[in-house]
């Protein structure tokens, strides 16, 4: 399943489909009441969607998502076939209805559900606002790999900086690779790789291909780009493979945020005690 999760939502016409209706975005009010009603299955430690927090994790009584399942509620409701094996979900822009008095993080946190209520069949693949918006949520937690996009300017190399940082701190700095994009030259390539140097994976050139994609005359397709681009997307899928943790290692470390999360004092305050929401009897494989 791949999840366009970027403010300005352009993944589904570069994939060839119709853009996703406003009903089916998963930020939209109904579709997140109706997600989060289904995920709270029946886990007694999550009362009702009021309480059901971003870093709220899976406990006993939790639905879980499986990506690779047809019969999946998730998965028949708020997905889009795109391929034979491919399916597309997307979370929503701004709405009219949050016109200055919301932020994008607030749209996101129905993401940072979903993917702590998937379980570990098939592969989610999340394209994401550029640079260190993850960190405000719990979603720098929730991936094996990060592969971070940079153009080879000082301004790019400046942004892959700061995200670089805010992933030592978050003890997911060994899960980043980057890639070169938009690259000219061997200079280009070499302007980026000479300063991340292992975490360099591959390039993209300003391929014919891909002017064509963004103009919309043509849809996009790993077939029709070069040999050297398409080795970038078969480094992402070979390094992310050697990088996959288990769901249930990964929740302990997803607990420690919910933990920091509802323990702020305007939730406290609000909700009461959401720690007991922690179920450390809960296992993903039942």
Same mark, same amino acid.
């Given at each position: ?6 403010i ?42 009021e ?16 990506? *690779? ?17 491919l399916?597309?979900?997307? +979370?929503?822009? =701004? ?13 996101? *946190? ?13 592969? +989610? ?11 405000? *949520? ?10 971070f ?13 700061? =995200?670089?940082?805010?992933?030592e701190?978050?003890?997911v700095?060994?899960? +980043? ?6 690259v000219d ?36 397709s ?24 288990? *769901? ?16 702020q004092? =305007?939730?406290?305050?609000r ?12 296992? =993903?494989?039942?």
């Amino acid at each position: 399943m791949a999840i366009d999760a970027d403010i300005n939502m352009h993944m589904a016409e570069l994939l060839g489909i119709e853009s996703t209706p406003k009903s089916l975005l998963l930020s939209e009010k109904q579709p997140s009441k109706e997600i989060r009603t289904f995920l709270r299955g029946e886990n007694q430690r999550v009362s009702s969607n009021e309480v059901f927090k971003k870093s709220t994790p899976p406990g006993r009584g939790s639905n879980l998502i499986n990506v *690779s399942s047809a019969s999946d509620w998730f998965m028949q409701n708020y997905t889009f076939s795109v391929t034979d094996n491919l399916l597309l979900a997307t +979370v929503g822009s =701004y709405s009219e209805d949050g016109l200055a008095s919301s932020c994008y993080h607030n749209n996101l *946190s129905i993401l940072e559900n979903i993917l702590s209520h998937t379980q570990d069949e098939g592969s +989610v693949v999340v394209d994401m606002v550029a640079g260190t918006d993850a960190f405000a *949520s719990t979603l720098y937690a929730q991936f094996d790999a990060l592969i971070f996009v940079a153009e080879p300017t000082r301004r790019g190399l400046a942004v892959l900086s700061d =995200y670089l940082r805010l992933a030592e701190a978050g003890g997911v700095a060994d899960r +980043v690779m980057v890639v070169a994009n938009k690259v000219d030259s061997d200079d280009d390539r070499v302007f980026v790789q000479d300063v991340v140097r292992d975490r360099f994976i591959g390039s993209i050139s300003r391929s014919g291909h891909l002017a064509e994609v963004d103009k919309g005359r043509a849809s996009l397709s790993v077939d029709n780009m070069s040999q050297d681009d398409r080795v970038v997307f078969e480094n992402i899928a070979k390094r992310s493979e050697d990088l996959v943790v288990p *769901s249930q290692q990964r929740l302990e470390k997803l607990w420690r945020i919910h933990e920091v999360y509802v323990g702020q004092g =305007y939730i406290k305050n609000r909700f009461g005690d959401l720690r007991s929401q922690i179920d450390t009897e809960f296992r =993903y494989d039942g």
